[in-house]
């Protein structure tokens, strides 16, 4: 169980870090789609290790192929697989700690689960598994911009610095124009660099994610466990590294008052119904109200870093962890384009699934 | 779709807040489990209205019946099927907002999503469904006990005030000595006295639950997607007014270095395998590693308040809501059991679960 | 697991023979369907015992109460919860057998499952389930009903009677013109008559039970697993005492060739494709075709005969298992409402699952 | 949906039949299970077209490659890919066919359903997307042999030519030891002939496959929906050309008296319960009672001919469709892999559940 997702529009992953290769099933999206390769391959570009001084340097080259459920540039309504042969198998790497379990992996706790494990590379348990996330949430993207729906992500914090400016008053285009994709230059700057002192001191840092969804239509969540911001809190959480997700005001919003934070309605020129703030962050009651949806998530500190470590191995025997490799000193950049494949996941899933509210 | 939480462990509930009942199927629980009626009703109790001045006074006297699947007091292992019938319908209480949108209720958003709805007391997105979670999560807590594990939560946070102890220095066992469930009595009065005066101010606030389970074997968890802290959150962002769950070192956690936050192994005494820290809150990777799982749910102000607010009708135009009625001013004293509702039901599915993981 | 049937349309259900009470929960109604509560009644009466000469004269009333989902006469799309109380829980009828296997029932396979089993009435393998189905289903046909779609089972064999003639020289309508119903009147009278001698010999008869569904449109179903004929197979072998399913040709159809078998196309008057046979039963690769459905559900003679058996108490020894009570001589009668249920909660189903197949 | 079978053991499919590739994701296999991929191979050439002069003498390799969740030779507990590419995929074969519907195939449907189809060799609707089945099969008869349980299927009728004995009376070993999969020498030779005699009219006919399985535990299935033989009866029907499915006395049981049909228990020399008779085919109430389980599946004669039909276009024209390429005269031989390989899927997954069943 725990490798599937969704509920119409659908997704089923395998594969392991250093094992011949990973892929998806993506099933249930609907038929007529035009599909768009290159748009697939930009979104893997951004997920990739290797891209920048702040990433990995590691060589990872994401090649994905369509194996079915696209004809002549559609999708035909049938599973879509995709799969990722991995070229660069170096498992000799990882003799090194076949039998220790490295702290804040889940080294420990697969052996504990499964009673046998693929060390290399954290196997399953490595975040690159979320390359066939982000294959599939490409194609989530390409179905939610058919509707008018966008997702945007951008970095928000990075250790102390967080940019204390709410979504409406950064630019979101300009995300991608710095290595961290942070929409505030400046704030970018002071990221990168704290990431890059971080890295030569061989250790790592936290950060958080931001998240904007717009062109939600209301209506969209399936209350009462389904609720369409309990599905996108268990979408990031099952992101590597996660360890908090909130959404509208989150967790400062305990502190208002009731007639503060609630959202009043008015109805605009047009004719809609609106609400004139949005501490709900475009969710009531489970369910979208037609306004922006908003919702930060927090990473912690990558576990993999260069210093020695006190640990036990598989015997119980005191050990000594060495870091070596190339790892991410913050995850957070790479973590842009996960995160907004998983909220498209979902927002593909639940605007399929409303079909079916009304007779 | 919505109804439903849980694989194997499950639970179906149904009933909207002024409807003639409501109810839980749960499914699944392992034959033979000794079902001890007054603990449910014990546990009920802690949730329902009117328990005390800084609650709702609305009586609702949630008297559960068991329908099915306990025979000579013990689960058979068939469906468990409990109803709450509801004594109080005053559905007229309800005339004078039967076409307006409460200002962040979810009355508009269940409109646009079924174009028709049931405005008696919220219906079904009212907080009145718990009770069947609350009633079906302590036969999960029963099952829990079996095997030697503990779910507790208290009262964190109320506004501003914020107990800034960990979960280790505190003494769970006097959470229910006051009204709210705090186990700092010291805090719980300044609580208590700001929750007051809000009430009295006719307005709400907000608060935080703090969830620790205790006894959980390793191993317990489903990656990639069905990670046991992404179970419990979005079992969390499921309850009504929930905003933000995070779990172990959470939000606070990002500003720490890698060097810092990673919980080094070592074996105890026992020949156990151990961690000397746990920012981890008990899990890595997704999956159980037998220290204390902790985790904390934020939740918004009540969305009811007794001031006049602006809003708009079904026909979209302006009206002004009035608050009316018995409703709570902070949601947390009574979200305690909730959370631990919620929390066991999602650690025996899983615990459950883990069985099929070996030969 | 396996209490609950259906993906979107989906209906969990509870209760055992002697419990306090039985029910249903139906998730996924779409909101704004009338609900008739006569019409519900009245099929539950089809189903219900004691309703003539050869079924059982044991009185169950089946008094079903709507406790959610409907207000003001329609559905909301919230669940629709259900419950049926037993009046009539005469549990010491059942002491003689309380440690005994009777023959061909599910008293040992249920002990041998749960290690303990409710051994009032078969407990919940009693077919007195099926009360709850039949339900549900009245509100499956209200949808189809909606939709221009008509399910309507009949009896189509009884040991050796077989109704030799294909549905379309029947008139269904007459279907409840006889206590057996069966639409050929001098049929239903062998028939009748064949099962009222096995009545009196103290045993019981096998039969089978035929279905049309008219009026679904082309393209419902889910292949590969799902296909439409797979999930009514699989709803028609989850009603006890069924032994069997087959649609269109059949078992039959595997005598045939290519040629004769395969159902050619034409475009008819209306500019519609039809096709000039049915030997597909309305089906083409597990997708419906706009013809007819049809198929045919195999029913053996009931467990229970009033005739000494031999058997084996829970502690393996020698025991005599003699009839008592009030049980039906041949079961088919009763259940046509039943297979009409499950076929209509089938369709509805995934009626509203192709609602996502395209953009 | 649909392309997901099973629960906990469970495997989700793509593919078409003239795309890049097919493949199947099986996950929830328990760690530890040796693979031995040679027995996979040679459960896939059982399956695979040109194996003998009365199957197609298209060729297709069926190579397949595991891409994950198998590490040093045993499975991990992950998720195990497979895929199969397809080598020769000559799409050109069939422009003569691509905008007409071939009478009693899938493509009028595929087209109704999702208005877009890969007209190719029927695209996803053709039975090769079962060569993906047979490889997650041979796992799960893997799995099940650890557990000392078999799965054996035959060829038990072709055409009017049926075996009538009961598979007590054969000796299942020599089911490999003709082309035709039938373990009676002298019937399989008849069989053979007929096949022969209709492939060289160009026509097709119809079959049934017989399958037993041995060693299954009592206790295994889970009412009331997911009876053991229901999900059975799914996994049949859900494969290419299935017509009906039959379990134990099947059809024939209701001509028989209930007296005659019971199965009586008694208690073997060895303190076992037994029954005397086996007309339940081992499943008694969806729950299996540690019989064999036996059932027949029924298969329509294959619907590509190679003689001229009648049929329209897409654009509803009346049309000729000739029959080309190469096909099979009779489906069944090649059935006999794809029957165990669902029934091995549907056991090994029941066995996993039934693990959670009592505390």
Chains 1, 2, 3, 4 share one sequence.
């Not at 996960?338 to 079909?355: G, P």
């Amino acid at each position: 169980m725990g490798n599937s997702f969704g509920k119409i529009f659908k997704i089923s992953t395998f594969g392991e870090s250093h094992g011949k290769g990973l892929g998806v099933v993506l099933e249930g999206c609907p038929a007529g789609l035009a599909i768009d390769e290159d748009f697939i391959r930009n979104e893997m570009q951004r997920r990739k290790p290797g891209q920048s001084k702040i990433t990995t340097q590691r060589k990872e080259e994401d090649e994905f192929q369509i194996l079915s459920g696209v004809f002549e540039g559609k999708s035909t309504g049938t599973p879509i697989g995709m799969v990722i042969m991995n070229t660069d198998q170096k498992s000799k790497d990882y003799g090194h700690i076949s039998d220790k379990f490295r702290p804040s992996h889940a080294d420990f706790t697969y052996f504990e689960k499964y009673g046998i494990r693929d060390y290399r590379g954290g196997g399953r348990s490595s975040a690159r598994e979320t390359a066939a996330r982000v294959a599939a949430g490409a194609i989530a993207k390409m179905f939610l911009k058919h509707y008018g729906i966008s997702v945007d992500a951008y970095v928000s914090q990075v250790g102390e610095f967080k940019l204390n400016k709410p979504y409406q008053e950064l630019d979101l285009s300009k995300t991608e124009d710095n290595i961290l994709r942070c929409p505030d230059a400046e704030m970018a700057e002071q990221m990168i660099e704290l990431i890059d002192s971080v890295r030569k001191s061989r250790d790592t840092i936290g950060g958080v994610v931001s998240c904007v969804a717009k062109g939600v239509p209301a209506g969209i969540g399936e209350p009462v466990f389904d609720r369409l911001h309990a599905e996108l809190g268990k979408a990031m959480l099952s992101i590597n590294a996660v360890k908090g997700f909130e959404y509208g005001s989150g967790f400062e919003g305990i502190k208002m008052r009731g007639s503060e934070h609630n959202d009043s309605f008015y109805t605009d020129e047009a004719g809609k119904v609106r609400t004139k703030t949005n501490h709900s962050g475009g969710i009531q009651g489970g369910i979208s109200n037609g306004e922006d949806i908003y919702f930060n998530v927090a990473f912690k500190p990558v576990a993999t870093i260069m210093i020695d470590q006190d640990s036990v191995n598989e015997a119980g025997e005191s050990v000594t962890v060495s870091g070596k490799g190339r790892h991410d000193p913050c995850v957070v950049p790479r973590a842009v384009p996960i995160v907004e494949a998983m909220a498209a996941l979902v927002l593909a899933d639940y605007l399929l699934i409303s079909r079916t509210n009304k007779l």
